[in-house]
């Protein structure tokens, strides 16, 4: 049936480009075109009547029924081997890939199968092409982008290292900015130091050797009141650069740590009695120290000594600054924990500027410098009293007096 269709058949199979293979429904080739026969190399003699199997590689006889059986049942027109890479069989042996078409005929009565079949052996060779070009891309860039991440640790690093090396040269330019900065507050101290000492030493030994001189002209028992004065003079100048020795040693054991203070239970009011009982001694005219009230039932158990230093110094200093006819106060209040206790004077008071440094080291206050003076007793005040769990502060208004006032706990630890 379908040879005597042969004519029309040969007309419309060569006007196409892709090979063109007709099967019967037992798979035998029953018609083909030049493109086909050129592609699996076979004359037309060869394949008509031939097993379809011819075109197919071995390694898909096993299935290739099962499909074909398929299709005759369902009889629709198909891609074939969808999702599935095909291959046809070349004469020589070798195969190649195929896409191929399925199309179901019915001529006289009979069903027959015509498939159009292409060779992609160049666009599937394109196909490797373009992925190994796409592989090889992608390793290119794996590598660039490897490299950029190795950079970019690296630069990470060195950031990191010369970050470091800013710090350590500008720890270094601040350690040597400061190094230089004390190196010339100790020349300014020193320079001081030795300045205020000259002075405090000086005047006192001045007054010790004319007191000296003039009590060898007393020789007579009228003139004893003379040679008392004389006396007097020279134990209290003695008595004097004794005080400035000691607050010399006191800097030196506080700097090295080799203060040792010695904790015992008293009672506050004794302390008290000894700072005013050496007070009064110091009194200008119409001066008068206002004792505290109420303090006999208060005890500690601190260094009896240190208290006593501290507050002899504020009450000396309450003295000293302040004009004869003024009222310097002592003010003590005690609870559970802590002793508080306030200094007020009616004195010249510290001015606003020199506040901030009041207690430095050697630091006097503009308007102090002509009292006597070492600029080192509230310094030392407050390093003891710190030492002891202590604070010291103060509130002054130039020419209208101070109150300095200490907080120290009733039982040091």
């Known amino acids: 049936m379908f040879q005597n269709s042969d004519r029309i058949f040969n007309v419309l199979f060569e006007a196409v480009s892709e090979g063109v293979i007709v099967v019967d429904k037992n798979q035998k080739i029953v018609a083909t075109n030049k493109s086909s026969e050129s592609m699996f190399g076979y004359t037309k003699e060869e394949l008509l ?57 019915e001529i006289g009565g009979e069903s027959f199968i015509m498939t159009l079949i292409i060779d992609i052996s160049i666009r599937k060779q394109q196909e490797l092409e373009l992925l190994e070009l796409n592989n090889e ?17 690296e630069l990470k690093i060195v950031n990191v290292e010369r970050d470091e090396e800013i710090k350590k040269r500008i720890d270094a330019q601040n350690k040597i900015s400061n190094a230089l900065k004390k190196e010339k507050e100790l020349n300014e101290l020193k320079t001081k130091f030795l300045s ?25 028992t009228e003139q004893q009141e003379r040679r008392d004065k004389h006396i007097k003079t020279i134990s209290d100048k003695v008595h004097y650069l004794n005080n400035i020795l000691n607050d010399f040693l006191s800097i030196e054991k506080l700097e090295t740590g080799k203060m040792n203070y010695k904790l015992t239970t008293f009672k506050l009011s004794k302390v008290v009695n000894e700072v005013v009982y050496n007070a ?3 009194l200008k005219d119409g ?12 005890s500690m158990h601190q260094d009896e000594k240190i208290l006593e230093l501290a507050l ?43 506040q901030k440094s009041i207690f430095n080291r050697y630091f006097r206050a503009e308007n102090a410098l002509l009292e006597q003076g070492t600029g080192i007793g509230l310094n030392i005040v407050k390093s003891h009293l710190e030492n002891l769990g202590g604070t010291i502060s103060f509130k002054s208004e130039e020419n209208k007096g101070s109150i300095f006032t200490i907080i120290i706990k009733n039982k040091a630890e």
């Not at 001066?287 to 208060?298: A, G, L, S, V």
């Not at 504020?314 to 003024?326: F, Q």
């Open 137 to 153: 891309l992608e390793r290119k860039v794996n590598e660039r982008t490897t490299e950029l991440s190795n950079t970019v640790e």
């Open 287 to 298: 001066q008068k120290i206002n004792y505290p009230e109420n303090i006999d039932d208060y």
């Open 280 to 282: 009064n001694m110091l």
């Open 312 to 354: 002899s110094n504020l009450v000396h200093n309450a003295i000293k600054y302040s004009s004869e006819n003024t009222i310097v106060d002592i003010m003590i209040k005690q609870d559970d924990t802590h002793t508080t206790f306030d200094i007020k004077d009616n004195g010249i008071g510290i001015p606003e500027k020199d």
């Open 196 to 220: 205020l000492v000259s002075h405090e030493f000086k005047t006192p030994l001045s007054g010790i050797l004319t007191s000296s001189m003039l009590l060898s002209k007393y020789k007579l």
């Open 49 to 105: 009547n031939a097993d379809l199997n011819i075109l197919i590689p071995k390694t898909y006889h096993a299935n290739h029924g099962a499909h074909f059986d398929g299709f005759m049942k369902n009889k629709e027109s198909r891609k074939m081997g969808r999702g599935r890479d095909l291959y046809g069989a070349h004469k020589d042996g070798s195969t190649f890939p195929v896409e191929a078409g399925l199309n179901p005929l």
